[in-house]
């Protein structure tokens, strides 16, 4: 059954200027947005917020196309900008690039009904009529995925109008490899704020005793899992940040800002006294006793899943279903997987055996945000927790120490190693051989489900942009695979030309 149109009605200029945030955080590209409405009915206001909000400048010069007939716009999705006011024929749409620009990006039309049917079938029509003075009333019609779209982001406007904050500017921050997106939203008293958008959806075939990925792995799937974590973490005196508001069943959550500094200096480089404190978190993090059940303030009760075999194992998997044939150009031998299979079976054998603590399983530099003016472990602001689990300390030193997204120098990789030791070595239950083994393993097992993931990220997902992290990842695998509690594994990666490096 084909979903219902969207109506609505604007009370002002300011609520129609609203809504073009609103379709600008659900448009994508090849969406054809069809302006109807009479002359001064608001289709230029609308047209001009939505490509604003895009650019993410309030103050972009968006000039009408009237006379130019299309304007163009280099954005993070690129939009087009067509006025048919004055065509005499629909064919000057082919002249003006109409198909080039839906494969480009996003189309904008103003007078949509002199295209006389040249316009694409799935185009999303956004009809403007006047109700009274500056009131509108506002009809949206389309194809049932742009329409959920576009209903998902005016809900999250309705979330913001019950938290009080409706009339602030939205503006996308980042999306993720997941379903997550984040947006920022400014309040006109000058309030900054993080609105996580994570609608729940099950992602992924089921691949073994009835479960997908997600549920083996122990990955979240709600924002349950961050809500309890983050009142773990802010319990225990670290900066998670405040949440404000939230819908769980819809999946939203209105957080505290902490801000865009963060543990790289300009040019991308790690601030060295940064990292090490974050390397300060962690021995703090790796001191407190976690238990393995939460519950909220708010009635949210969370069992903090183990970092177990399956997980560990169905991660490392992603290096042989993914990862190989691309760089193989063929399926791995069932021999390299058996063998494969065998050596990490021993190895997680062995990290059973180390103590285990909280982690947070992406602990690196694009989720950790500098504090100005904090102090001690408050100076390092923590994000994106939700797939915390129960396992071995070492993960998340591995995790920032080998960060997947900015190269840290072996100099640099010994120096945060040597900090943690230092402090841990107060601790009675820590033995320094044993963590430097777990050490080795966990870098390699984080490093081995990182190949697979980020090509399955491109192949499956349509991300590209992380496959120019691999080289980063192959050179600190081969680091890695120097330790000898790796050697059975060499064969596995030498056949990918993953050789343990001879320095």
């Not at 973490?233 to 508001?245: M, T």
Request: hydrophobic share 40%; aromatic share 6%.
């Amino acid at each position: 059954m084909a979903g219902l149109p969207i109506e609505i009605t604007l009370s002002d200029e300011r609520a129609t200027e609203r809504l073009g945030q609103d379709l600008a955080l659900a448009i994508r590209p090849g969406d054809c947005l069809a302006l109807r409405g009479d002359l001064g009915a608001g289709k230029s206001t609308l047209a001009r917020a939505l490509i604003r909000c895009v650019a993410g400048d309030p103050e972009l010069e968006v000039p009408s196309p009237t006379f130019t007939l299309v304007q163009s716009y280099d954005l993070r999705v690129s939009i087009a900008h067509f006025d048919l006011y004055r065509i005499a024929d629909a064919d000057e749409l082919v002249e003006l690039g109409l198909d080039e620009a839906l494969e480009a990006g996003a189309v904008l039309v103003e007078w949509p009904e002199n295209a006389a049917g040249a316009l694409p079938p799935d185009a999303v029509r956004v009809e403007i009529a006047e109700v009274a003075g500056n009131a509108r009333r506002i009809r949206i019609d389309g194809p049932d995925p742009a329409l959920e779209r576009i209903g998902r982001s005016l809900d999250v406007r309705a979330f913001l109008e019950a938290a009080g904050h409706g009339d602030g500017n939205r503006q996308f921050l980042q999306g993720d490899a997941s379903t997550r997106t984040y947006e920022t939203v400014t309040t006109p008293g000058g309030g900054h704020f993080i609105l996580m958008d994570w609608p729940e959806r099950l992602i992924g075939p089921v691949l073994r005793d009835g479960k997908r990925y997600a549920q083996i792995a122990h990955s979240a799937e709600n924002v349950r899992p961050f809500v309890a974590i983050d009142f773990l973490l802010r319990s225990n005196g670290f900066r998670a940040p405040e949440i404000l508001a939230q819908d769980l069943d819809a999946g939203f959550l209105l957080l505290e800002d902490l801000g865009q500094e963060g543990i790289l200096d300009k040019n991308g480089r790690p601030v060295v006294a940064r990292w090490e404190a974050a390397i300060d978190v962690l021995v703090a993090l790796h001191r407190t006793a976690i238990p393995q059940r939460i519950t909220t303030p708010g009635g949210i009760a969370h069992n903090i899943p183990p970092f177990d075999r399956e997980a560990m194992l169905i991660e490392v998997e992603l290096y042989l279903s993914w990862y190989l044939p691309h760089k193989l150009g063929a399926e791995p031998s069932e021999e390299l997987k058996a063998r494969f299979h065998a050596g990490w079976n021993g190895l997680i054998d062995t990290v059973a055996e180390v103590p285990s603590s909280l982690v947070l399983r992406d602990f690196h530099s694009p989720n950790i945000l500098w504090q100005v003016g904090r102090r001690g472990i408050e100076r390092v602001g923590l994000i994106d927790f939700q797939d915390a689990m129960i396992g071995p300390a070492a993960y998340d030193v591995a995790s920032l120490v080998q960060d997947a997204r900015v190269t840290v120098e072996p100099a640099l990789h010994d120096r945060l190693v040597a900090r943690y030791e230092r402090a841990r070595s107060e601790d009675p239950d820590f033995d320094p051989a044993l963590f430097r083994e777990a050490l080795a393993i966990m870098e390699c097992q984080r490093a081995t489900k990182i190949l697979g993931l980020f090509v399955r990220l491109r192949q499956r997902d349509g991300k590209p942009g992380y496959m120019r992290h691999l080289p980063r990842i192959e050179t600190y695998l081969r680091r890695t695979l120097e330790h000898p509690v790796l050697h059975p594994l060499h064969d596995c990666y030498t056949e990918a030309g993953i050789a343990p490096s001879e320095s």
